[in-house]
């Protein structure tokens, strides 16, 4: 028996089973030569089902699915409004000077205007039409491809949101969810459709947030071709949307965030050599920080390159800067040397500086006296005339010219009131350590407290300080009484000083304070010949540097007057909850409308989710502390980077308008809705991942079909209201929602 089982067990068979084995006859058929045995029938590979191929496929066919259904919502009848509709009125209206290569001004960065200037120059456009609001496009202007063009940018933010939701290692149906709440927010279809920096700043934001999400799943393949182009991405993205608009800084500051985290981590590594560390920081601070700086800096490169000709924003830069642009009169057959009875506008060097100026409304506080500011704008207002102090003799328009220097003691007399430029010892009006600057008197009536010494910074034309020339001179001027120096800081007066520039008398002698230093822009004086001062250039970096300046200077202007009503604006906590909308266009029955609005869900699921989340952060904290260990450290970091990233990306986008003063409106509130919806998404994902198949494809279907359900039961907010407003009267849910002038509850009573 023994030798059965050993010779079973050398054969590889069972014993018991060797024993039962016989030579018998087979009664099996035999099989056919080349016919395909049962089994081999039964283990053939089937062929895939469509449902099959959708799974493996899906990283290809759903974004494919989702970007079509983006471009449509996006440009379906997108030139439907022939009209010039809200803020198309400034952007196009930019877009034209690029055309026609005029300066002008605004408080954004250039790229994205440069990007409406491209598309203008795409379409055949040449920059004549004047972009007035509610004016009608004409015929041989095609804003439709203007604003596809436009669109264009938005239509891109919803496979990235995919994309972006999948490397947070969101599970499939919450990456859905997320990609179909950007598809389907009725405010990013409506703001995408203009001609607007909206849709380019979302597109910078979302594509940094994607960028820092891939770059982050590249961690543990340190220095590889991949994470070094994520990095890289990352900068660009980084500069493309700073570039766009200055709330691109915010993204910045949560790469940053996460980038500093990162390096601690790293420092924190011992067994991480010193090389190693030291190669992770340079490439973040070339990837993260050159690297954006150089886009930035070539967005004004490529803008002062192109506005070559004077335009309306000449008076935010430097005299010298505006003396170089073609067609320009500053500068132009100006005598060269300034002597007394020239009459001569005077800029602050300062960066973001304007012209000296006063007009005939008074301070209602102080002395009352006449007003004296800082103004960014040509105006007869800011004409002064260069006179002798009251201790010489009065000036004698038929002498010889007598020229003007260094410590040399002048009066400056405004040309349009007569009034003398004038300081006291009374508190400035808004820097109260400084003192006030008036007009006062006038030819004949006035003191000493009129005169003020010329002190003479450098000269770009000339070592000689014996004269004042046009344009290249810096100087100060002190108060002869007081001992304290002209100043213009950026500081802007309230209403009744027409937000003008605050100019003020101080006491600090800072000889490099550039907020002292003036200079002669433009300047007639019959009694000298003309010349040529703009031969002189101003350096590239002086220039970005100022507009730059001037730029934060008048945004931080652009607070709201107590004195107006503005019907369109609103306030920060309106946003979250969606309690307001915004009439993009006249509302009269002849007229496409549209209206800002949100969908329903989509705001107030992800506002509700903020609260959840901070609610579940607060949850696992206490069970920690309690001594629980029920999250894995994938979970953990789950939570951190598909959370409270997101979270943190909210804040930043939406704290600083709840502290800033400036006039705000709802798509202010844009770029951190999306951060919303990513924390929104995480949250869904989070409490249903480990629920049956059953619970999760019922609260996904339900929430996706509310989602889709609600974009279109608010379509026509996006796509253009036609005819009266009062049909649409069902989409006004609350008072507050002003798409129609009638309540959805009184059109129901009728």
Not at 59 to 70: R, S
Not at 224 to 238: A, D, P, Y
Not at 642 to 649: H, K, N, R, S, T
Request: charged content about 20%.
């Amino acid at each position: 028996m023994a030798t059965i089982d050993r010779a079973a067990v050398a054969t590889g068979a069972e014993p018991a089973v060797a024993l039962r084995r016989r030579n018998v006859a087979s009664s099996q058929q035999p099989v056919a030569v080349g016919a395909e045995p049962e089994d081999a029938r039964r283990t053939a590979k089937k062929a895939p089902s469509p449902l099959e191929i959708l799974d493996q496929w899906e990283w290809v066919i759903v974004p494919l699915i989702f970007t079509a259904l983006a471009f449509f919502t996006r440009f379906y009848k997108i030139g439907l409004s022939n009209i010039v509709t809200w803020d198309e009125a400034h952007f196009g209206k930019f877009g034209s000077h690029y055309l026609k290569r005029e300066f002008y001004f605004d408080v954004h960065p250039p790229a994205g205007k440069l990007l409406v200037g491209l598309s203008g120059y795409l379409a055949g456009y040449n920059g004549s039409f004047e972009f007035k609001s509610g004016e009608t496009y004409p015929e041989n202007l095609n804003y439709t491809f203007m604003r596809q063009f436009n669109a264009f940018w938005g239509a891109v933010c919803v496979p990235m949101a995919y994309w972006t939701a999948k490397e947070l290692n969101l599970k499939r149906p919450a990456v859905w969810l997320v990609t179909l709440m950007v598809l389907c927010e009725n405010s990013y279809t409506t703001i995408s459709r203009f001609i607007l920096l909206d849709s380019m700043l979302l597109f910078g934001t979302v594509a940094t947030t994607l960028c820092w999400a891939k770059f982050h799943g590249q961690r543990r393949r340190s220095f590889e071709k991949e994470w070094f182009f994520w990095l890289f991405m990352t900068g660009l993205s980084i500069g493309f949307v700073t570039s766009v608009k200055l709330v691109g800084l915010f993204v910045t500051a949560l790469v940053g965030l996460y980038t500093i985290e990162d390096l601690w981590n790293k420092f924190g590594d011992t067994k991480m050599p010193v090389t190693d560390l030291a190669a992770h920081v340079i490439a973040r601070v070339l990837g993260l920080i050159i690297l954006p700086l150089l886009v930035y800096v070539l967005s004004f490169a490529i803008h002062f390159a192109v506005l070559t000709n004077t335009g309306p924003g000449d008076a935010q830069m430097s005299s010298l800067f505006q003396a170089n642009l073609r067609g320009t009169e500053v500068g132009r057959n100006s005598p060269l040397e300034v002597a007394l009875g020239s009459r001569v506008t005077i800029k602050n060097m300062g960066y973001g500086g304007g012209l000296l100026h006063s007009h005939v409304q008074t301070y209602p506080e102080g002395s009352g006296q006449q007003q004296v500011t800082c103004y960014h704008h040509k105006d007869a207002n800011n004409d002064w005339f260069f006179y002798p102090n009251r201790r010489e003799a009065d000036y004698d328009a038929d002498a010889d010219p007598r020229f003007i220097g260094n410590n040399d003691v002048i009066r400056l007399l405004h040309a349009q009131t007569g009034r003398n430029l004038h300081s006291h010892e009374i508190a400035a009006p808004i820097t109260k350590t400084d003192k006030e600057v008036s007009s006062y008197g006038n030819l004949t009536i006035g003191d000493e407290k009129d005169h003020w010494k010329i002190e003479v910074v450098s000269d770009a034309a000339s070592r000689d300080r014996s004269k004042i020339r046009t344009l290249t001179t810096a100087f100060r001027l002190k108060h002869e009484v007081l001992g304290c120096y002209l100043r213009a800081g950026n500081v802007n007066l309230p209403q009744w000083g027409f937000k003008q520039i605050e100019v003020t008398c101080t006491k600090e002698n800072k000889p490099r304070d550039q907020y002292t230093h003036w200079n002669i822009e433009s300047h007639i004086n019959e009694k000298l010949p003309p010349g040529d001062p703009g031969q002189y250039r101003s350096p590239f970096w002086k220039d970005f540097i100022h507009l730059n300046v001037a730029m934060m200077t008048s945004n931080n202007a652009l607070v709201p007057d107590p004195d107006k009503q503005d019907d369109l604006a609103s306030q920060w906590w309106q946003w979250p909850i969606l309690h307001v909308g915004l009439r993009m266009c006249s509302w009269e029955d002849k007229i496409t409308k549209y209206f800002l609005l949100g969908n329903p869900l989509v705001y107030w699921g992800s506002t509700a989710g903020l609260v959840v989340f901070a609610s579940l952060v607060a949850w696992y904290t206490l069970r920690w502390q309690r001594g629980y260990r029920e999250l894995s450290q994938d979970d953990v970091d789950m939570i951190h980077y598909a959370g409270i990233y997101p979270v943190i990306g909210w804040f930043l986008h939406y704290l600083p308008f709840v502290i800033m003063a400036r006039v705000t409106y709802v798509h202010h509130y844009y770029p951190a809705l999306y951060f919303a919806i990513l924390t929104f998404g995480f949250l869904v994902d989070w409490f249903l991942r480990n629920r049956t198949k059953v619970v999760q494809y019922t609260i996904y279907t339900l929430l996706d079909a509310t989602v889709i359900g609600l974009y279109i039961y608010f379509i026509p907010i996006c796509w253009g209201m036609t005819g009266s407003n009062k049909q649409y009267a069902y989409m006004k849910w609350f008072d507050t929602w002003r798409m129609s002038d009638v309540s959805a509850w009184a059109k129901k009573e009728e």
